[in-house]
T-cell receptor
Framework: DAKTTQPTSMDCAEGRAANLPCNHS???????VYWYRQIHSQGPQYIIH???NNETNEMASLIITEDRKSSTLILPHATLRDTAVYYC???????????????FGSGTQLTVLP | DAGVIQSPRHEVTEMGQEVTLRCKPI?????LFWYRQTMMRGLELLIY????????DSGMPEDRFSAKMPNASFSTLKIQPSEPRDSAVYFC??????????????FGEGSRLTVL
Protein backbone atom coordinates (compact mmCIF):
# COMPACT_ATOMS: atom_id res chain seq x y z
CA ASP A 1 0.00 0.00 0.00
CA ALA A 2 1.17 3.53 -0.81
CA LYS A 3 2.63 5.67 1.94
CA THR A 4 0.89 8.84 3.12
CA THR A 5 2.20 12.09 4.61
CA GLN A 6 0.12 14.21 6.98
CA PRO A 7 0.89 17.22 9.17
CA THR A 8 1.52 16.27 12.77
CA SER A 9 -1.04 18.67 14.20
CA MET A 10 -3.61 21.31 13.31
CA ASP A 11 -5.95 23.63 15.16
CA CYS A 12 -9.40 24.74 14.08
CA ALA A 13 -11.92 27.11 15.61
CA GLU A 14 -15.21 25.61 16.65
CA GLY A 15 -17.88 26.11 13.99
CA ARG A 16 -15.35 26.64 11.22
CA ALA A 17 -14.41 24.15 8.54
CA ALA A 18 -11.47 21.89 9.30
CA ASN A 19 -9.38 20.99 6.24
CA LEU A 20 -6.98 18.13 6.79
CA PRO A 21 -4.48 17.49 4.00
CA CYS A 22 -2.84 14.24 2.99
CA ASN A 23 -0.14 13.55 0.42
CA HIS A 24 -0.01 10.15 -1.29
CA SER A 25 2.18 10.81 -4.31
CA UNK A 26 2.92 7.12 -4.92
CA UNK A 27 -0.70 6.02 -5.02
CA UNK A 28 -1.55 3.37 -7.59
CA UNK A 29 -4.56 3.36 -9.89
CA UNK A 30 -6.39 0.70 -7.91
CA UNK A 31 -5.79 2.22 -4.48
CA UNK A 32 -8.46 3.99 -2.48
CA VAL A 33 -7.98 6.80 0.02
CA TYR A 34 -9.49 6.04 3.44
CA TRP A 35 -9.90 8.35 6.41
CA TYR A 36 -10.30 7.20 9.99
CA ARG A 37 -10.21 9.11 13.22
CA GLN A 38 -9.41 8.17 16.79
CA ILE A 39 -10.88 10.11 19.64
CA HIS A 40 -8.84 9.87 22.82
CA SER A 41 -9.15 6.51 24.57
CA GLN A 42 -11.43 5.08 21.87
CA GLY A 43 -10.91 2.75 18.92
CA PRO A 44 -10.43 4.21 15.44
CA GLN A 45 -13.61 5.12 13.58
CA TYR A 46 -14.21 5.03 9.83
CA ILE A 47 -15.06 8.41 8.28
CA ILE A 48 -15.04 8.19 4.50
CA HIS A 49 -13.20 6.76 1.51
CA UNK A 50 -12.86 7.49 -2.21
CA UNK A 51 -11.08 6.51 -5.39
CA UNK A 52 -10.96 9.59 -7.62
CA ASN A 53 -14.27 11.38 -7.33
CA ASN A 54 -15.07 13.70 -4.47
CA GLU A 55 -17.18 12.05 -1.80
CA THR A 56 -19.50 13.36 0.90
CA ASN A 57 -21.34 11.70 3.74
CA GLU A 58 -22.93 12.81 6.97
CA MET A 59 -19.57 13.15 8.67
CA ALA A 60 -17.28 14.77 6.13
CA SER A 61 -16.29 15.48 2.55
CA LEU A 62 -13.29 14.06 0.75
CA ILE A 63 -11.64 16.03 -2.03
CA ILE A 64 -9.14 14.13 -4.18
CA THR A 65 -6.96 16.01 -6.65
CA GLU A 66 -7.19 15.11 -10.31
CA ASP A 67 -3.77 13.45 -10.30
CA ARG A 68 -4.78 11.63 -7.08
CA LYS A 69 -1.50 12.49 -5.42
CA SER A 70 -3.15 14.32 -2.56
CA SER A 71 -6.49 14.67 -0.83
CA THR A 72 -8.23 16.81 1.76
CA LEU A 73 -10.71 15.74 4.39
CA ILE A 74 -13.17 18.49 5.21
CA LEU A 75 -15.22 18.67 8.38
CA PRO A 76 -17.62 21.47 7.42
CA HIS A 77 -18.53 22.72 10.89
CA ALA A 78 -16.04 21.43 13.42
CA THR A 79 -17.18 20.86 17.00
CA LEU A 80 -15.20 20.17 20.14
CA ARG A 81 -16.11 16.49 19.76
CA ASP A 82 -14.17 16.39 16.49
CA THR A 83 -10.90 16.76 18.41
CA ALA A 84 -9.08 13.56 17.50
CA VAL A 85 -6.21 12.02 15.55
CA TYR A 86 -7.14 11.74 11.88
CA TYR A 87 -5.52 9.01 9.80
CA CYS A 88 -5.25 9.06 6.02
CA UNK A 89 -4.68 5.55 4.63
CA UNK A 90 -4.22 4.32 1.09
CA UNK A 91 -5.03 0.73 0.22
CA UNK A 92 -6.14 -1.45 -2.64
CA UNK A 93 -9.75 -1.80 -3.65
CA UNK A 94 -12.03 -3.97 -1.59
CA UNK A 95 -13.14 -5.96 -4.63
CA UNK A 96 -9.59 -7.01 -5.43
CA UNK A 97 -9.87 -9.81 -2.96
CA UNK A 98 -6.62 -8.82 -1.35
CA UNK A 99 -6.00 -8.60 2.33
CA UNK A 100 -8.18 -6.18 4.17
CA UNK A 101 -5.89 -4.91 6.87
CA UNK A 102 -5.20 -1.20 7.23
CA UNK A 103 -1.75 0.20 7.92
CA PHE A 104 -1.97 3.28 10.13
CA GLY A 105 0.60 6.06 10.04
CA SER A 106 1.05 8.79 12.63
CA GLY A 107 -1.99 10.81 11.58
CA THR A 108 -2.86 14.45 12.29
CA GLN A 109 -3.88 15.58 15.75
CA LEU A 110 -6.77 17.98 15.16
CA THR A 111 -7.65 20.21 18.08
CA VAL A 112 -10.90 22.13 17.82
CA LEU A 113 -10.69 25.28 19.92
CA PRO A 114 -13.69 26.90 21.59
CA ASP B 1 -25.90 -3.71 16.97
CA ALA B 2 -23.55 -4.02 19.94
CA GLY B 3 -20.39 -3.44 17.96
CA VAL B 4 -17.08 -5.16 18.62
CA ILE B 5 -16.85 -6.14 22.26
CA GLN B 6 -13.52 -6.47 24.03
CA SER B 7 -12.69 -7.62 27.52
CA PRO B 8 -11.21 -6.78 29.88
CA ARG B 9 -11.16 -3.01 29.35
CA HIS B 10 -8.27 -2.67 31.76
CA GLU B 11 -5.77 -5.24 32.96
CA VAL B 12 -2.91 -4.74 35.36
CA THR B 13 -0.62 -7.69 35.89
CA GLU B 14 2.88 -8.52 37.00
CA MET B 15 5.71 -9.52 34.76
CA GLY B 16 5.69 -13.20 34.00
CA GLN B 17 1.96 -13.65 34.33
CA GLU B 18 -0.26 -14.91 31.54
CA VAL B 19 -2.64 -12.41 29.98
CA THR B 20 -5.68 -13.28 27.87
CA LEU B 21 -7.57 -10.63 25.95
CA ARG B 22 -10.94 -11.44 24.45
CA CYS B 23 -12.90 -10.17 21.47
CA LYS B 24 -16.39 -10.70 20.13
CA PRO B 25 -16.67 -9.41 16.56
CA ILE B 26 -19.81 -8.00 14.99
CA UNK B 27 -22.14 -10.81 13.99
CA UNK B 28 -21.76 -11.75 10.34
CA UNK B 29 -18.32 -10.23 9.91
CA UNK B 30 -15.80 -12.62 8.41
CA UNK B 31 -12.55 -10.76 9.13
CA LEU B 32 -11.07 -10.14 12.56
CA PHE B 33 -7.98 -8.08 13.33
CA TRP B 34 -5.83 -7.57 16.41
CA TYR B 35 -3.93 -4.26 16.66
CA ARG B 36 -1.64 -2.92 19.35
CA GLN B 37 -1.16 0.78 20.08
CA THR B 38 1.70 2.41 21.94
CA MET B 39 2.95 5.97 22.04
CA MET B 40 6.24 4.97 20.46
CA ARG B 41 4.99 2.75 17.64
CA GLY B 42 1.41 3.88 17.05
CA LEU B 43 -1.14 1.38 15.77
CA GLU B 44 0.40 -1.90 14.66
CA LEU B 45 -1.37 -4.87 13.14
CA LEU B 46 -0.53 -8.05 15.02
CA ILE B 47 -2.61 -10.69 13.26
CA TYR B 48 -5.80 -11.09 11.29
CA UNK B 49 -8.24 -13.91 10.58
CA UNK B 50 -10.58 -14.68 7.72
CA UNK B 51 -13.40 -17.11 8.42
CA UNK B 52 -11.67 -18.08 11.68
CA UNK B 53 -8.41 -18.95 9.92
CA UNK B 54 -5.24 -16.94 10.65
CA UNK B 55 -4.12 -15.27 7.44
CA UNK B 56 -1.18 -13.11 8.43
CA ASP B 57 0.56 -13.23 11.79
CA SER B 58 3.75 -11.48 10.70
CA GLY B 59 3.03 -8.63 13.10
CA MET B 60 3.05 -10.83 16.18
CA PRO B 61 6.14 -9.62 18.05
CA GLU B 62 7.41 -12.97 19.31
CA ASP B 63 6.48 -16.44 20.43
CA ARG B 64 5.09 -15.14 23.69
CA PHE B 65 2.11 -13.89 21.72
CA SER B 66 -0.56 -16.21 20.36
CA ALA B 67 -4.04 -15.68 18.96
CA LYS B 68 -6.91 -18.02 18.32
CA MET B 69 -10.34 -17.82 16.80
CA PRO B 70 -12.22 -21.01 17.72
CA ASN B 71 -15.46 -19.80 16.14
CA ALA B 72 -16.91 -16.86 14.27
CA SER B 73 -17.99 -15.04 17.40
CA PHE B 74 -14.91 -15.23 19.60
CA SER B 75 -11.17 -14.60 19.49
CA THR B 76 -8.43 -14.45 22.09
CA LEU B 77 -5.00 -12.87 22.19
CA LYS B 78 -2.72 -14.45 24.76
CA ILE B 79 0.61 -13.23 26.10
CA GLN B 80 2.66 -15.73 28.09
CA PRO B 81 4.79 -14.73 29.87
CA SER B 82 3.99 -11.03 29.89
CA GLU B 83 6.71 -8.35 30.05
CA PRO B 84 6.57 -4.62 30.87
CA ARG B 85 7.20 -3.75 27.21
CA ASP B 86 3.89 -5.43 26.35
CA SER B 87 2.07 -2.59 28.07
CA ALA B 88 -0.19 -1.07 25.43
CA VAL B 89 -3.77 -0.73 24.29
CA TYR B 90 -4.87 -3.76 22.29
CA PHE B 91 -7.66 -3.25 19.78
CA CYS B 92 -9.80 -5.82 18.08
CA UNK B 93 -11.58 -4.95 14.83
CA UNK B 94 -13.86 -6.80 12.44
CA UNK B 95 -15.06 -6.28 8.89
CA UNK B 96 -17.40 -7.76 6.31
CA UNK B 97 -16.07 -8.76 2.91
CA UNK B 98 -19.13 -9.29 0.83
CA UNK B 99 -21.52 -7.04 -1.03
CA UNK B 100 -21.03 -3.42 -1.94
CA UNK B 101 -20.03 -2.26 1.52
CA UNK B 102 -17.11 -0.03 2.29
CA UNK B 103 -15.11 -2.87 3.80
CA UNK B 104 -14.46 -0.59 6.72
CA UNK B 105 -13.00 -1.91 9.90
CA UNK B 106 -15.10 -1.60 13.05
CA PHE B 107 -12.96 -1.29 16.15
CA GLY B 108 -13.69 -2.19 19.73
CA GLU B 109 -12.97 0.12 22.64
CA GLY B 110 -9.67 -1.59 23.34
CA SER B 111 -8.05 -3.41 26.25
CA ARG B 112 -5.50 -1.35 28.16
CA LEU B 113 -2.77 -3.65 29.45
CA THR B 114 -0.25 -2.63 32.07
CA VAL B 115 2.50 -5.06 32.97
CA LEU B 116 4.40 -4.12 36.11
Amino acid sequence: DAKTTQPTSMDCAEGRAANLPCNHSTISGNEYVYWYRQIHSQGPQYIIHGLKNNETNEMASLIITEDRKSSTLILPHATLRDTAVYYCIVRVAISSGSARQLTFGSGTQLTVLP
Amino acid sequence: DAGVIQSPRHEVTEMGQEVTLRCKPISGHDYLFWYRQTMMRGLELLIYFNNNVPIDDSGMPEDRFSAKMPNASFSTLKIQPSEPRDSAVYFCASSFSHGAGTGELFFGEGSRLTVL
